[in-house]
């Protein structure tokens, strides 16, 4: 508790709702043993499901200048990545990671394999038994990211959605952001969000299944399976300040000043 001997003005009403982040989960994504990549602190692995793998770049060396160097494509961020077939890959965590019924950030790092792809893809997702929580996925027919968060766990649930115009061909580093106390979801994509990219939302529910990379729910159960790579993936409660938003993707911790 906190008591001042004054007025205090909105902006630090504001400021003293919010708690300060706490790390839930860092997977840079390097590494798999057995089909199961770690969180760097020891919490909750991600387990590979068929058409995942662990991609490994060239190491130290510049095939330019090596002649015994691989020519093996780059990792997004450091030595490793995810790579999913777009078919049937994903990874997941058994349990929810953040609560999807308060404040939380997550952040990412992915490259589509394809610079037009033909349907929607999902990078991230946390749901329940009948429906996302919360999506992040590709749209080709508006060439945006878009966060989907649905407003119950119910078939066909009314959905609210924001999004960023971003043309796919290069890696594109994103963080979605649940505010609670402002009652506001928020998609950033390379650190920045526009106006469409935020909308205010009332309709938080406490998902129950696990955090899914590469893939979603649909009508027909699970879908929208990614095709590309994906890194750096990085979960906190509470909401991170933009600047942390901006240090996210460049496989170090953020700030969590």
């Known amino acids: 508790m906190r008591v001042y001997d004054r007025v205090v003005v909105a902006a630090e009403v504001a400021q003293l709702a919010q708690r300060k982040p706490t790390r839930l ?3 840079s994504l390097e590494n798999a043993q057995d089909g199961v990549s770690p969180e760097l602190y020891d919490g909750a692995p991600l387990k ?3 058409g995942a793998a662990i991609h490994r770049g060239p190491g130290g060396c ?3 200048f090596d002649p015994d160097c691989p020519q093996t494509e780059y990792a997004l961020v450091g030595d490793g990545d995810l790579r999913l077939d777009g ?3 994903f990874a997941a965590t058994d349990e929810p990671v953040v609560d999807t019924d308060d404040s939380f950030t997550l952040g990412v790092v992915v490259r589509l394999a394809d610079a037009e792809p033909e349907r929607p893809m999902t990078v991230l997702s946390q749901g329940g038994a009948n ?10 027919a508006t060439y945006s990211w878009q966060l989907v968060v649905t407003h119950a766990d119910e078939p066909g649930a009314a959905e609210t959605v924001v999004g960023q115009s971003v043309w796919p061909d290069e890696p ?11 009652d506001r979801i928020t998609l950033y ?3 920045e969000a526009t106006v469409d990219a935020s909308a205010s ?5 406490q998902s129950t299944g696990g955090l899914q990379i590469g893939r979603g729910r649909t009508a027909d159960g699970w879908g929208e399976y990614l095709r590309g790579s994906v890194d750096e993936v990085h979960a906190f409660s509470g909401v991170l300040s933009q600047v942390a938003i901006q240090q996210l993707g460049y496989g170090a911790e953020p700030c969590l000043c």
């Open 25 to 27: 989960g860092h997977w």
């Open 201 to 205: 939302f009332r309709h938080a529910w």
């Open 189 to 191: 994509v390379n650190g």
């Open 48 to 50: 590979l499901g068929g």
């Open 62 to 64: 510049i095939s330019d």
């Open 87 to 89: 078919t049937t890959g």
């Open 172 to 182: 594109q580093r994103l963080a979605v952001v649940h505010d609670d106390a402002t």
């Open 131 to 140: 429906g996302d929580a919360f999506k992040v996925r590709y749209d080709p």
